[in-house]
Nanobody
Framework: QVQLVESGGGLVQAGGSLRLSCAASGRTSSRYAMGWFRQAPGKEREFVATIRWSGSVTNTADAVKGRFTMSLDNARNTGYLQMNSLKPEDTAVYYC??????????????WGQGTQVTVSS
């Protein structure tokens, strides 16, 4: 089992920045990847970014490319999602996940509880 705890969400004005953290514990594996997904009210969960546990390979959704950056601190088993130039449409609950490297929810086996990000216009 892998436990994931997100933090860093909050309310920010459009154009601002936030950094989300995801602390992993338990049976983590270098074969895993860590991903971020988000779900806005009335919408399906969507892929945001993912990174291999080695930190060597990343993938970012087109909707956030150039604004969001994902990184991983292996020593701390903690992943980060740096979000810049935030837009109101980025408002959602953001979830951290661990599992296979991919962009689908079903690629991931473990999920955090989510953290709310609200961007005001």
């Amino acid at each position: 089992q892998v436990q994931l705890v997100e933090s860093g969400g909050g309310l920010v004005q459009a154009g601002g920045s936030l950094r989300l953290s995801c602390a992993a514990s338990g049976r983590t594996s270098s074969r895993y990847a860590m991903g971020w997904f988000r779900q806005a009210p009335g919408k399906e969960r969507e892929f945001v970014a993912t990174i291999r546990w080695s930190g060597s390979v990343t993938n970012t959704a087109d909707a956030v490319k150039g604004r969001f950056t994902m990184s991983l601190d292996n020593a701390r088993n903690t992943g980060y999602l740096q979000m810049n130039s935030l837009k109101p449409e980025d408002t959602a609950v953001y979830y951290c996940a661990a599992g296979s490297y991919g962009i689908r929810s079903q690629d991931y086996y473990y999920w955090g509880q989510g953290t709310q990000v609200t961007v005001s216009s």
